[in-house]
């Protein structure tokens, strides 16, 4: 959150006329919307339960309430997280949507670009990675990720990423490892592997702001 | 995680009492602040108090604009009397441009003019050298010219002419580089993140405030310290020439790092890839009533995008959708969330969709996708589906679209508080008023649009502006006048219009809006813009017939007639626009003035994907020098902030402001709501392109 940002556009808005009452749906921006965004900069924080409480319980109520595929997502560096319903398949790509309209789109469990977090993963090249992590084999690979900058243009994060495999579990999943390295960007993915080759539980990486995002598959 | 690749070399966000950026204290150096940069600082030293803006355009050039109050200054005037000011408010700019970045081994050298507009009271040019020692140390050595040549001169070029070229406000080319040279150095230290310190020697003599008595130059060394605030704030404190001490405050945001980069906005509905058996059956097309629930469906979920029906025309094979966006800042945005409803809600059979974009009710682009390509596409980078997608004129696949029941009439309305303000004049630098303005428009058919405005205002001091000084004028006075009209407290009609908007052919647009178009003037506006959708060049004619309006600003008009000759009924120009690429915009408008002035207009903005401009303009007209009065010609700067940069939620608002030092009546316009270049243009292929990233947000 860019507070300097919000802070001008707050003064100008308040002090020059686009506050008051409107029908107009493109004249919606008052200076009420934008105050509150600067007393309430992150959306609401969770209060009585933790959100990794909070999830937890939601993710038993959605299990019972539908049959599609269903997960967790945690993002422990924004103090939130959400159940993960999958609405959308495309060829391999999934796209898991949650209560408050934000989703990850995965393939094979590996996240591929995220939507309404802010500061989202657009879209992600990770042929070379997936298949070594789906394979369990170590090596190494090219990964890019594509971010929108603050003009709204495309910017490419590459790098190069390692995959090791955490000894090899003779029962139950896998643990691999990811470490990827570029230009002024360093992270490390974790994947838990099923004999199947999917990717059953994770931490990946996703940017600077969101951090890692925590996902698991329960259906 | 350090986003796209930008050399941070030598930046810096600290500015100098000139409210340059810079480590050191009355002294330039070749540090720039990061490309977008835009830093207010307020110092207070000696005897002025300035106020500066500073625009880092490009990674190698800034620009400044200062206003300064001087307190005890001692003018010489024209015919060599003296006159005391008790404030005397002077306008600068400064521009500064790095030709060489630093290298290991080699220091990075700017060249800089302060004050190289008008009078000149700190008119000064230099070529600076910057070099960083590790991490926290960074020493400058320069060469000066005007006042940074006015103390301890090793040499001289040429001499230094003292004269106004014209009545200010014109570059003062004469004086550039010539005069006395003289070195200075200094040095800035980071002891922490928060805290530096600087040291410099000054080449500025204070040679006219040391005469009028203002300061006592003791010595040639200021020391100063630096502290950071926070992200946005930094405050400095440092010593003048042994005998006074200043003070800096300042506050800095970038136009490039909005409050979440990409926006807060709720995720997308993705794309509903078919079953290939579907895509052959075309039995939805006998049967009854199935087009009007697509389009019922179609309707329903773009509304929950929050993006508006407009038109529907749907075919076995293709679709042709037209939308209004009100809520999309970046128009990719917009037809993107819309392409990917109408994967949702249309027949699998329908393989070619069409969106067309509407504005003023035209037409203004048709974007056309083969639906595979979106399935395809979805995951891939959005340039693929750029390359895929087809744009063409609004003329060939826009028209003669079935309209929703619920597209016209439609009426808008707002009502809200407003504030106005009136700056630059020497007796009260700041003035303004504030009130609350009540606006609607209502869409009566297509192109059609009736729109008003009306304001009452509650409190302000505009009225006190004074008005021109009889027997000066020399043009008829078509804006010097204007505080005459911020007088009555009555509620006033700012406008009240009826316009229409049309497509006459391929690549045209016309416009013709008749009523009270603004504050001072009531008539006729005619424009013809001839733009295709994938040009960056557009070029535009308008022609305006006018009457001044009443003082009052309610229905009366009245006489043309001024002090300084009768205004004439027509103005009109040629306009050329060119995207210039690379962030430029720039436009030439050459034609005939509202004071019946025939000349010229050049402006040259800096454009920021996001919705940023910052941009100068200046006005030559036959009118001369002599004639204009103060400032020669007209000029100004002009600045537009998107809203969503600010609230990370989208929203096609926009503030706008232009500042002039100085409004005369040379080179003024009249003004016109709903200009058709800047309606055009944000839905065609040129400008879409540059943030088509949005297209899958």
């Known amino acids: 959150m860019n507070v300097r940002a919000l802070l001008i556009t707050g003064a100008v808005t308040a002090g020059l006329a686009l506050a008051g009452c409107t029908n107009n749906p493109s004249r919606k921006a008052t200076a009420l919307t934008v105050g509150k965004q600067i007393l309430q900069p992150g959306g609401k924080k969770d209060t009585s339960e933790t959100y990794v409480q909070r999830v937890s319980r939601e993710a038993a109520t959605a299990l019972e309430n539908t049959d599609l595929p269903v997960g967790t997502v945690l993002l422990p560096a924004r103090d939130t997280g959400a159940v993960l319903v999958r609405i959308e398949t495309n060829g391999p790509y999934g796209t898991w949507g949650t209560g408050d309209r934000s989703s990850i789109t995965m393939r094979d469990g590996m996240i591929t670009a995220t939507r309404g977090l802010g500061d989202d993963l657009m879209s992600s090249d990770i042929d070379g990675v997936l298949s070594l992590v789906a394979q369990k084999s170590e090596g190494t690979a090219e990964r890019v990720q594509r971010f929108l900058d603050g003009e709204n243009k495309i910017y490419e994060v590459r790098t190069r990423c390692r995959i090791s495999v955490q000894g090899s579990a003779t029962r139950g999943p896998t643990m691999v490892r990811e470490a990827c390295r570029g230009d002024d960007v360093a992270f490390e993915n974790r994947y838990a592997v099923n004999t199947a080759g999917q990717i059953v539980e994770s931490k990946q990486w996703i940017n600077a702001r969101n951090g890692h995002a925590v996902v698991k598959r329960l259906r | 995680m350090v986003a796209p690749a930008q050399a941070q070399d030598l930046r810096t966000l600290n500015t100098n009492a000139y409210g340059t950026h810079g480590g050191l204290i009355d002294m330039p150096t070749a540090e720039m602040a990061p490309e977008g940069e835009i830093t207010t600082t307020v110092s207070h030293g000696a005897d002025a108090t300035r106020t500066t803006v500073t625009f880092q355009a490009t990674p190698r050039l800034s620009a400044s604009f200062r206003y300064s109050g001087l307190t005890g200054l001692r003018q010489r005037t024209n015919k060599g009397l003296l006159r005391l000011f008790t404030t005397y408010y002077d306008r600068s700019f400064d521009l500064r441009f790095r030709f060489l970045d630093e290298t290991a081994n080699r220091p990075a050298v700017a060249v800089g003019f302060r004050d190289f507009v008008g009078t000149a009271l700190y008119g000064s040019e230099y070529i600076v050298a910057t070099k960083s020692i590790g991490e926290d140390l960074r020493l400058t050595g320069g060469i000066g010219w005007g006042r940074l040549g006015s103390h301890g001169a090793f040499g001289s070029t040429g001499s230094r002419p003292n004269t106004i070229l014209g009545l200010g406000g014109v570059p003062t080319y004469d004086q550039w580089f010539r005069g006395d040279v003289s070195a200075f150095a200094g040095a800035s230290y980071d002891l922490t993140d928060r805290l530096s310190f600087q040291l410099e020697y000054s080449s500025d003599g204070y040679d006219r405030e040391v005469r009028d008595g203002l300061l006592d130059r003791e010595s040639s060394l200021n020391v100063g310290v630096d502290y950071k605030i926070g992200e946005a704030f930094r405050l400095s404190a440092y010593s003048l020439y042994g005998d006074e001490l200043g003070v800096s405050l300042s506050w800095t945001m970038n136009t490039k790092e909005p409050s979440v980069r990409g926006g807060y906005e709720r995720a997308p509905l993705p794309v509903a890839v078919r079953e290939e058996a579907a895509i052959a059956d075309l039995g939805w097309t006998l049967e009854d009533g199935t087009r009007d629930t697509i389009r019922g469906r179609v309707a329903k979920t773009l509304a929950k995008e929050e993006i508006e029906l407009h038109a529907f025309d749907l075919r076995a094979r293709s679709a ?152 000066q004028a020399k043009a008829p006075q078509v804006r010097s006048n204007i505080g005459l009209y911020v007088g009555e407290e009555d509620p006033k009609i700012d406008r009240l219009t009826i316009a229409n908007y049309a497509k006459p052919t391929r690549n045209t647009y016309s416009r013709v809006t008749a009523g009270y178009l603004e504050s001072m003037y009531a008539g006729v506006s005619g424009e013809l813009l001839w733009k295709p959708v994938d040009s960056s060049l557009a070029i535009g004619a308008e022609v305006n017939y006018v009457e001044p309006r009443d003082f009052d600003q309610l229905f009366d008009l009245r006489t043309r007639n001024t002090p300084g000759g009768q205004i004439p009924h027509v103005s009109g120009h040629l306009s050329a626009y060119y995207d210039l690429g690379n962030g430029f915009h720039t436009r030439v408008d050459a034609g005939r003035y509202l004071a019946g002035d025939w000349g010229a207009t050049l402006a040259l903005d800096r454009e920021f994907a996001n919705g940023w401009r910052v941009g100068v303009f200046a006005t030559k007209t036959e009118i001369s020098s002599d004639d204009f009065g103060e400032g020669s010609f007209d000029k100004g700067i002009r600045v537009t902030l998107p809203i969503a940069w600010g609230t990370g939620k989208p929203t096609t608002q926009k503030f706008s402001s232009t500042l002039r030092p100085v409004a005369r009546d040379g080179g003024q316009r009249v003004h016109v709501n709903g200009r058709l270049y800047d309606t055009v243009r944000g839905t065609h292929r040129p400008e879409m392109a540059k943030t088509w990233g949005k297209f899958w947000r």
Do not use: C, H
């Not at chain 2, 048709?366 to 979805?378: G, N, P, Q, Y």
């Not at chain 2, 008023?433 to 409190?459: C, E, H, N, T």
């Open chain 2, 320 to 471: 042709r959708v037209a939308i209004r966006n009100p809520t999309y800042g970046m128009a990719p945005q917009a037809v993107g969330r819309t392409a990917r409803v109408l994967t949702r809600t249309l027949p699998a059979s329908v393989e070619t969709l069409t969106i067309v974009q509407v504005v003023n009710g035209i037409p203004s682009s048709t974007i056309t996708f083969a639906r595979s390509d979106l399935e395809k596409l979805e995951n891939a980078p959005a340039r693929d589906i750029l390359a895929a997608a087809e744009f063409r004129d609004g003329y060939t696949l826009g028209r003669d679209l079935p309209l929703q029941e619920d597209a016209f009439p439609r009426f808008y309305y707002s009502v809200g508080p407003y504030v106005k303000p009136g700056l630059f004049d020497p007796g009260e630098p700041l003035r303004a008023d504030a009130g609350v303005r009540v606006k609607g428009d209502y869409q009566i058919a297509p192109g059609w649009v009736a729109s008003g405005s009306v304001s009452l205002k509650l409190l302000g001091n505009l009225d006190e502006t004074p008005g021109p000084r009889p027997g």
